[in-house]
């Protein structure tokens, strides 16, 4: 037997392990070849997109019944939430419109006018206060800084309701920087009329003029303002929401249609899911369509009978003030401005105004009567009527004194010294479109109340019922699916 050597060393030369076997020709060295490159990986092509393969993915699911369920419920469930959130969106805003209407712009409206007249009152207070001079009584004074206190504090309320840098909030800056130079030259006039000076009569004509001329249409602006503020309002609270009511019915054609295809495929009339998310749908969509009518007729009650009202007979008391300040300082003044009618025809400046301005208030009485809609509204805009139609009369006859020359028998006619004079006839006017105001505001209360509460709940409740109105679109949906497992 052959044993391997465990000896390391190497074999003598020539020996020859194999004797006989042939030995194999060596090779020459060849020179030397390049490496196979291996084969370049194939070029990637552009990076597919997230939204891409899930479209691909969406693809591949429509192709089997199950898929297709899975992508129906998905999509009844996405319109049923978006139609309620999209009805609670919408519903807040005008839910919030109308509660501005109630306990903002129409407070703040009514505000402006208050201020108005509380300033125009003021002046004719001034004015009777001036003619009655050391017979001025402590009632007529009181009335005077009553009307300047009512005035600064309704400029404190509308400064804190109004927005910085807004128009209403310069006009309510102007004011109340008006406010004390008027009350310091009415002060002037009043000390100097005390003492016999006459130029007691110039610091009450500036007064007057910077009443006229600057605080008044200021404030009458103020007013302006805030009463396109309530109409804006009002426009935002009783717009249809059409973008809800669009979702709705697409919501409900949407669920239709898929009762219909899983009649087609399984004979089956209901499916209970489905069925819910349908009530639920219906429900908001008729609890949507239904408030909104009924709170756009109580919002358009309020205007036509409460804010139309309002604005009319704010419009009547100051043509009042108006006229009866133009009347006092007819006295005052005893000629001394005059106007130059279109016919070259010289009248005295506050002579004309009282009679533009009780033409006016005929007018507005009129308006007030015909939009009254009860009793309680038509009765005290009467009563101002015939107060105002024997002003007139009593006026007259203090003008025939006043242009014979006797100005003193004029002055007690109209201050009150006489039997019969213009100021009680002026007051009850006063009074009488002061109940009229206070029902109609009562009116507008209650019929903005009402197009307001008839919204309550709605956001919430369209909401809630969106939810249960998804799921049970997907219960439903589910229910089909569970047949394939």
């Known amino acids: 037997m052959t044993q391997t050597p465990k000896s390391s060393t190497a074999p003598p030369p020539g020996y020859d392990p194999a004797p006989g076997a042939p030995t194999m020709p060596s090779v020459p060295p060849q020179p030397g070849r390049p490496p196979t490159p291996a084969p370049a990986p194939p070029a990637a092509g552009p990076r597919r997109t997230a939204f891409a393969e899930g479209l691909d993915q969406l693809r591949a699911a429509a192709t089997t019944e199950p898929g297709r369920l899975r992508i129906i419920g998905a999509l009844l469930a996405l319109l049923v939430v978006a139609f309620g959130a999209v009805a609670a969106w919408q519903m807040t805003e005008r839910t919030s419109a109308?509660?501005?209407?109630?306990?903002?712009?129409?407070?703040?409206?009514?505000?402006?006018?208050?201020?108005?007249?509380?300033?125009?009152?003021?002046?004719?207070?001034?004015?009777?206060?001036?003619?009655?001079?050391?017979?001025?009584?402590?009632?007529?004074?009181?009335?005077?800084?009553?009307?300047?206190?009512?005035?600064?504090?309704?400029?404190?309320?509308?400064?804190?309701?109004?927005?910085?840098?807004?128009?209403?909030?310069?006009?309510?800056?102007e004011l109340s920087e008006l406010l004390p130079e008027y009350k310091g030259l009415v002060e002037t006039a009043r000390a100097n009329n005390r003492q016999g000076y006459p130029v007691g009569g110039a610091y009450l004509r500036a007064a007057n003029e910077m009443m006229q001329k600057k605080m008044l249409?200021?404030?009458?602006?103020?007013?302006?303002?805030?009463?396109?503020?309530?109409?804006?309002?009002?426009?935002?609270?009783?717009?249809?929401?059409?973008?809800?009511?669009?979702l709705?019915?697409?919501?409900?054609?949407?669920?239709?249609?898929?009762?219909?295809?899983?009649?087609?495929?399984?004979?089956?009339?209901l499916n209970h899911g489905l069925v819910i998310a349908t009530a639920a749908s219906t429900v908001v969509l008729l609890w949507l369509a239904v408030g909104h009518t009924v709170a756009r007729a109580g919002l358009n009650d309020s205007y036509d009978h409460g804010v139309r009202s309002l604005n009319v007979l704010h419009e009547a008391r100051i043509a009042s003030l108006t006229a009866r300040s133009d009347e006092n300082l007819n006295l005052v003044r005893r000629g001394a401005d005059t106007r130059t009618l279109d016919?070259?025809?010289?009248?005295?400046?506050?002579?004309?105004?009282?009679?533009?301005?009780?033409?006016?208030?005929?007018?507005?009485?009129?308006?007030?009567?015909?939009?009254?809609?009860?009793?309680?509204?038509?009765?005290?805009?009467?009563?101002?009527?015939?107060?105002?139609?024997?002003?007139?009369?009593?006026?007259?006859?203090?003008?025939?004194?006043?242009?014979?020359?006797?100005?003193?028998?004029?002055?007690?006619?109209?201050?009150?010294?006489?039997?019969?004079?213009?100021?009680?006839?002026?007051?009850?006017?006063?009074?009488?479109?002061?109940?009229?105001?206070?029902?109609?505001?009562?009116?507008?209360?209650?019929?903005?109340?009402d197009g307001r509460d008839s919204l309550t709940g709605l956001p919430t409740g369209a909401a809630v019922l969106a939810v249960l109105g998804a799921a049970g679109a997907v219960l439903g949906i589910g229910r089909r699916l569970s047949e394939y497992r």
């Open 98 to 173: 109308a509660d501005d209407v109630l306990h903002r712009s129409q407070p703040l409206t009514s505000d402006a006018a208050d201020i108005y007249r509380s300033l125009a009152d003021a002046n004719t207070a001034a004015a009777s206060g001036y003619l009655a001079g050391l017979q001025e009584k402590p009632a007529m004074r009181e009335g005077y800084e009553r009307d300047i206190r009512r005035a600064a504090s309704k400029l404190v309320t509308a400064a804190a309701n109004s927005e910085p840098g807004s128009t209403s909030a310069d006009t309510i800056a």
């Open 217 to 246: 249409p200021a404030a009458e602006k103020l007013h302006q303002t805030e009463n396109q503020r309530l109409r804006d309002d009002y426009a935002d609270a009783k717009s249809f929401p059409w973008a809800a009511a669009g």
């Open 248 to 269: 709705g019915i697409l919501a409900l054609a949407g669920l239709a249609w898929a009762q219909r295809r899983n009649y087609q495929r399984t004979n089956r009339v």
């Open 343 to 449: 016919d070259g025809t010289v009248v005295d400046a506050y002579e004309w105004g009282y009679d533009q301005e009780i033409e006016q208030l005929g007018k507005a009485l009129v308006r007030a009567e015909d939009l009254a809609d009860d009793t309680a509204g038509t009765k005290p805009v009467q009563d101002a009527n015939g107060f105002m139609k024997v002003w007139k009369d009593r006026h007259g006859l203090a003008r025939d004194d006043n242009n014979s020359g006797n100005y003193q028998a004029a002055r007690d006619r109209v201050i009150g010294a006489a039997k019969e004079p213009t100021s009680v006839c002026f007051d009850n006017v006063d009074k009488a479109l002061a109940t009229a105001l206070e029902h109609e505001q009562t009116e507008f209360k209650q019929a903005a109340s």
